[in-house]
C-alpha cells in the first residue's frame, strides 16, 4: 500500500480530507516514529549483514537502521565448517584479557560499533544477524515500511499523536491504548512465527 492512500484513509477517519488541522508532514513524521517504534518493541524486522574483517582491527561500524545483534559469526565463507559462531560479552569482562590477535572468541555492541575479541588475525568474513527498523517514507509515493498487518498499529498512532497534537486528551488516551494493543498482538504473532522458524529454516546459516 502506498503511503498516500494509506494517509487518505486516516484523514477520511479523522473526518478531516484535506490538511487543515493536522499537515502531510506531521503525518509523515508520525508514520516514520511509529515504525520505529514498532521495530523497537516487537523486534518484526531483521536481516543478515556481512562484511570483511581487517587484520587486527577489533571495531567494525554498524551499518544505519541498527538496533540489535543478535548472533555473531567469523570464518572462511569458502570452508565449510570453518565459520564460528561469537559468544557475546560485556566490555568489563574484556578489561583483563591479553588483546594479542586471533581468532575472534567474542563479540561487543554498542550504539554504533561491533566488536570482535581478540582483534581478527585473517581478513575472513562477519556475518551478524541484527534487528533493524525500515528506512523512513519521505515520499507519498513510497510504500507503507510494513505488511498490511501492521498497518492498524501505524493508523492507531497516527491518531493518537493527532489527537494529542490539538489536546484532545481522551480521544489520544483512547488511540493509545488501541496502538498498545495491536502491538501486543504482532508480538505475540512474531513469537509465534519466530519458534516455527526453528522447524522449517536451514540447519546452515550462510
Sequence with gaps: ??????LAQVRRELEESSAVVWSDDSFLYWANEASKDIAIQTKC???????TAVVGQSSYDLPDRSLDVLEVY??????VGARV?????DFNDWYELDATSGTPVYYAIDDDNLFLYPPPDHAYEISYFRYTYPASMT?????MPYEDKYNNAISYFLKFKAKEQIDDW??????????LREIDKIQSQEMKESHSSKFIAPASVW
Design 45 to 51: 524486522s531483521r536481516d543478515w549483514q556481512y562484511t
Design 139 to 143: 515520499a507519498g509515493t513510497d510504500s
Design 85 to 89: 559462531q561469537l559468544s557475546r560479552q
Design 74 to 79: 567469523f570464518g572462511d565463507p569458502t570452508t
Design 170 to 179: 481522551d480521544g489520544s488516551d483512547r488511540f493509545y491504548d488501541r496502538y
Design 1 to 6: 500500500m502506498l503511503w498516500s492512500a494509506f
